[in-house]
T-cell receptor, first 112, second 112 residues
Framework: DADVTQTPRNRITKTGKRIMLECSQT?????MYWYRQDPGLGLRLIYY???????NKGEISDGYSVSRQAQAKFSLSLESAIPNQTALYFC???????????FGPGTRLTVL | QQQVKQSPQSLIVQKGGIPIINCAYE??????FPWYQQFPGKGPALLIA?????SEKKEGRFTISFNKSAKQFSLHIMDSQPGDSATYFC???????????FGKGTRLSVIA
C-alpha cells in the first residue's frame, strides 16, 4: 500500500463549487504539505503543517484553505473553485528535522 | 520572486548522452539542495541531494556539482537511458525548519 494517498485522483467540477482534496499518510510523519503543479511553473507551496495544531500559508494560499484533522490527514479545500485553479495537486510529508519530502500520486483537478 | 531558477525548461538528448540541468539561487541561507525526479502520472521522488560543504556528489549515474561562490548547482546524468525520461526539479531549503523551495522543472527526453 502507498505511504501517501490522495483522493480523488481526478476531479472535474464547475466554477463556484466547493471542492475538498484529501491526503492520508501511514509514514507517521508530523509534517504535511500541499503543492500545486502547473506546466512551466513547477511546484508551488500552498499550505503546510508541522503538527496537528500548526498551519502555515505558503507561496500561493489565496483561494485555498486547509484542515489538519489528525497527524495522518491533511485536507485542502477550494471554497469557490475558479478555472485558474485547474492544476495537478500534490500532498507531501516529511519527518521533523529531516530533509526528504515524500509525495503522494497527485490529484488532477479541472475547473470548468 | 523566484528563489531557485532552473534551466533549461526542456531538454532532448540521445541515449548515452550526458544531459546537464542547471539551477541558481540567491539566498546564501540555503543549506540543502536536492533534486527530485518525477515520472508521468507520479509524484516527485528524491533522486539525490547535496549540502554546500561539498562540491560534488555521485550516486550511480547521477552527479550533483555545486559551486558555492557562484551560487549554482547542476545535475549531470551519465550514460543517459530512455528510462531517465522524466521531469527533474531542483530545490533548496533554508537552514532550520522550513519547507523546500522548488525550481520550475526540466522535462528531459532521452531518445534511443
Amino acid at each position: 500500500d502507498a505511504d501517501v494517498t490522495q483522493t480523488p485522483r481526478n476531479r472535474i467540477t464547475k466554477t463556484g463549487k466547493r471542492i475538498m482534496l484529501e491526503c492520508s499518510q501511514t509514514k507517521g510523519h508530523d509534517r504535511m504539505y500541499w503543492y500545486r503543479q502547473d506546466p512551466g511553473l513547477g511546484l508551488r507551496l500552498i499550505y503546510y503543517s508541522f503538527d496537528v495544531k500548526d498551519i502555515n500559508k505558503g507561496e500561493i494560499s489565496d483561494g485555498y484553505s486547509v484542515s489538519r484533522q489528525a497527524q495522518a490527514k491533511f485536507s485542502l479545500s477550494l471554497e469557490s473553485a475558479i478555472p485558474n485553479q485547474t492544476a495537478l495537486y500534490f500532498c507531501a510529508t516529511s519527518a521533523p528535522f529531516t530533509n526528504t519530502q515524500y509525495f503522494g500520486p497527485g490529484t488532477r483537478l479541472t475547473v470548468l | 520572486q523566484q528563489q531557485v531558477k532552473q534551466s533549461p525548461q526542456s531538454l532532448i538528448v540521445q541515449k548515452g548522452g550526458i544531459p546537464i540541468i542547471n539551477c541558481a539561487y540567491e539566498n546564501t541561507a540555503f543549506d540543502y539542495f536536492p533534486w527530485y525526479q518525477q515520472f508521468p502520472g507520479k509524484g516527485p521522488a528524491l533522486l539525490i541531494a547535496i549540502r554546500p560543504d561539498v562540491s560534488e556528489k555521485k550516486e550511480g549515474r547521477f552527479t550533483i556539482s555545486f559551486n558555492k561562490s557562484a551560487k549554482q548547482f547542476s545535475l549531470h546524468i551519465m550514460d543517459s537511458q530512455p528510462g531517465d525520461s522524466a521531469t527533474y526539479f531542483c530545490a533548496a531549503r533554508y537552514s532550520g525548519n522550513t519547507p523546500l523551495v522548488f525550481g520550475k522543472g526540466t522535462r528531459l527526453s532521452v531518445i534511443a
